[in-house]
């Protein structure tokens, strides 16, 4: 399935309200995460069965909309362990890179400006659990 084939005839405005970022943005992304992937599949393995514009716009319909791993699998062609293996992926490198990142909260208790809206982060996250005995 091809969604960003469907969606990138769309006007700047569309394309940011339905992803979040600027088209400029998400080329960006692209080139890292195509990068990134040249350098980790420098062997022979398995390709992904999804194009890198296609993951990427998993992985943001995920952090916009927190729809569930089951949902995207369904609208990938995937299962939920991929989708989540892919989505964790995209988060890493682009977090690695340096390039996408939120302000720390020491920076926005330094700032002169006043929030009136907090955000609570209710994203799945894996968690440690004790070894059976």
Known sequence: MQKYEEIK?????QFR???GVKKSTFAVMVSL???AENNRYRRA???SSLTMEDRLLMALEYIREYRTYFHLGTS?????SACYRSCKWVEDV?????????PGRKA????????EVV??????????RPKKK
């Open 17 to 19: 309200r339905l992803t």
């Open 108 to 115: 926005l208790l330094k700032s002169d400006v006043e929030y």
């Open 33 to 35: 995460l195509l990068e």
């Open 45 to 47: 393995g398995r390709k």
């Open 76 to 80: 990938y062609g995937l299962s939920e």
């Open 94 to 102: 682009l977090i690695k890179s340096g390039k996408f990142a939120l």
């Open 9 to 13: 005839q769309f006007s700047e405005e």
């Open 119 to 128: 955000l609570v982060d209710a994203t799945e996250s894996p968690i440690q």
